[in-house]
């Protein structure tokens, strides 16, 4: 058995790439620019980087980092059989036939090395045993035949252990990242404007990464107490007190490997706004998304720069954490050095003094290394398998509890609206100091189109979540058809909700799937064309190659890319071709080339026939096809009626519309008021 280092213990998987924003700035509260965050100097690095406040995520309650710290060891060894069951539930879940196999090939192989060990101790005392050469070698021959049989076994089943774990261990990695995926589908919007939940899930995804370890890990548990408990065997059968006083010297260097790997974990939990940070960078410098503006802005180097930065900083921590770990590991080999010595003393005072003799005398220095080999195999081992148990308590808490914010609304299943009711709602976003909406009150009704308008960040978006019961306000109710959001199935709800959003998803997947969202209907692609024909979509579908089969991303094998409009029209019909009884269009048009926009301004009116439509624009001049027109200023409505009446009537409406049709009024700028 190869003793189990403690060398992989430092790696840990980063978070994964995932597009993000990049932060702005550091959140209210964070020392900026502490003066030991300075960058360490780089070549080549811009200096303005290195001038630059830094940017960094930080765990705002540091909740996580009082959690980490309260583990102590007696904590950690708790949970070991608590990990164990775990690990062996998901590998059950993946994959039962190979778990079984696995655990009777491990214990076999256990049951094999401890035969091993006997039986090498067994040769050494027939062979030092006093008395003539050929007795001794007749007497040892069983135990050198059992040696060489649990020697092939063993062989054998270390083979079939590897094959079975490299077949289970990237399985479960992959599973526990499918549950921790449908973990996430199940929360609620809101959760996402959480730091604590992002620090969650990405804490969470780094658990699901190693889940796949815990298997090699166990091997190696296995494996070390097998050979533990044929070393303690044989010890004790040359003397009771050499066991208790091996056990004794090895706690030290126990203690200090538990410690070193709390500490190592810490560290990582420390940096894990870093690693966040970096993951979002990473993304942005490698996709297409930003590649244009990161060259014609010349941004490479302050973006560089800034990932340097972040990188100094983690590999700070790492460095603090490691040298930590190493004077842990230096003063607990000390002690388990005096400890041997007072161990290899007894062996000598033990015989000495006759109480064994020579023959036990060499079994007891054979049994004393390998069982030492195997108690600091155990504790390192050990250490390594908490800390793959603190990263899979992130994942297995979080999807208990989907980070807090798993979604409980109502069992009632709506169907399609005849009026949705907004009564004086007030929305608070998490960590906001102000109200995105004060007391909004606005009846919505079948077969009427109403039009939301305001300056920027005066609400509206955030309005018409809360109509499509993506967000629950935090005062106030949204009613559809009497029935508040909050009691509603969600999904059964959503059903019933057609949305075109500011910032639309453009799927890398087929024409027909981005329209249909993989919700195919029985007239099949007949509705596809048609929600297509609406949108102005049929223009840009009959000139794709494969028509509705083509792949809409460029960056794969015959993906074709859109312009921006092109995609705009493949989101609308989108929400067209959806049978739902509420549509928003949020920004619908911003794309579109004048005569798009003008086609789907003319369409709305037949849309709103058997549905309810929800509008936010910019567009002034063209929001006389709604019925009825809500201005809303700083999260309140300020005005309603139709184009007619409120184009008349002095206010907020007649200087938007002004802003469109002439130039700015005096005395204000655009997009604000002075
Ligand atoms: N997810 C969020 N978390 C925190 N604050 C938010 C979030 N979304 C919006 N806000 C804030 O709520 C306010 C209203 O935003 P909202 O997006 O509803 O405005 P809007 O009228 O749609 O703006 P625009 O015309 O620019 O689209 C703004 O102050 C914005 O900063």
Partial sequence: ?????????????????????????????????????????QPGAPDAAAAEPQMRYVDVTGSREAAG??????????????????????????????????????????????????????????????????????????????????????????????????????????????????????????AYDEPDFNRDREAADRGAQVTGDLIDEGQDLIASSASFLAGAIVLAGVHPVLLPLLVAASLPQALAQVSAARVRYLANLRSNGDQRMLSVLRWHIYTREAADQIRAGTMAGFLSGRYRQTVARINREDRVAADKGARMSLAGALCGGLGSAVVWAAVVWLLATGRIT????????????????????????????????????????????????????????????????????????AGKDRDALSDVSLTLRRGEVTALVGFNGSGKSTLSKLVSGLYLPTSGQVLWDGVPTGDADPQALWQQVALVPQDYARWPLSVRENVTQ???????????????????????VDQLGAGLDTLLAREWLNGEELSGGQWQRIALARA????????????????????????????????????????VTHRITNVAVADRIVVLDEGRIVQEGTYAQLARQPGLFQRLLSYQITSEPDGERHGRRT
């Avoid at 280092?5 to 597009?19: C, E, F, I, Y």
């Avoid at 900026?32 to 965050?37: A, G, T």
């Avoid at 600091?376 to 908490?386: D, E, H, K, P, T």
Wanted: glycine share 10%; proline share 7%; charged share 20%.
């Fill in 69 to 190: 710290r309260s583990i102590r060891t007696r904590d950690m060894a708790r949970r070991l059989p608590r990990l164990v069951r775990r690990s062996l539930a998901l590998a059950w879940r993946v994959d039962r036939r190979a778990t079984i196999g696995l655990l009777l090939c491990q214990a076999a192989a256990g049951v094999m090395q401890a035969l091993g060990l006997i039986a090498i101790s067994g040769t050494l005392t027939a062979l030092l045993t006093s008395g003539n050469i050929y007795h001794r070698l007749l007497e040892a021959w069983p135990s050198v035949a059992l040696l060489a049989g649990a020697s092939a076994a063993r062989a054998l089943l270390g083979i079939t252990v590897g094959w079975l774990s490299s077949r289970l261990s990237p399985l479960m990695s992959r599973e526990a990242e499918q549950m921790l995926l449908a973990g996430c589908a199940e929360v609620e919007l809101c």
């Fill in 358 to 429: 020579v023959g036990h005398a060499g079994t007891a220095v054979f049994a004393l290394q390998t069982t030492g080999q195997s108690v600091r195999g155990l504790v390192a081992v050990g250490a390594r398998a908490v800390r793959t148990g603190l990263y899979m308590d992130n994942w297995s808490g979080f999807l208990d509890k989907a980070g807090g914010f798993r979604m409980r609304r109502g069992p009632h299943r709506p169907g399609p609206p005849k009026t949705i009711e907004v009564t004086s709602v007030t929305h608070r976003y």
């Fill in 1 to 41: 058995m190869s003793e189990p280092t403690d060398a992989s213990a430092g790696k840990v998987p980063g978070p994964r790439t995932a597009p993000a924003a990049l932060p702005t700035a550091a959140p209210p509260g964070e020392p900026r620019n502490r003066p030991d965050d300075r960058p360490e100097a």
């Fill in 576 to 615: 067209f071709f959806r049978q739902a009884g509420l549509l928003v269009l949020d920004e619908p048009t911003a794309n579109l080339d004048p005569r798009a926009e003008y086609r789907i301004f003319q369409r709305l009116r037949g849309l709103a026939r058997d549905r309810m439509v929800l509008l």
């Fill in 518 to 540: 993989g919700q195919p209907v029985a007239r099949g692609d007949a509705a596809v064309r048609e929600a297509c024909e609406a949108a102005g979509a049929d223009e840009v």
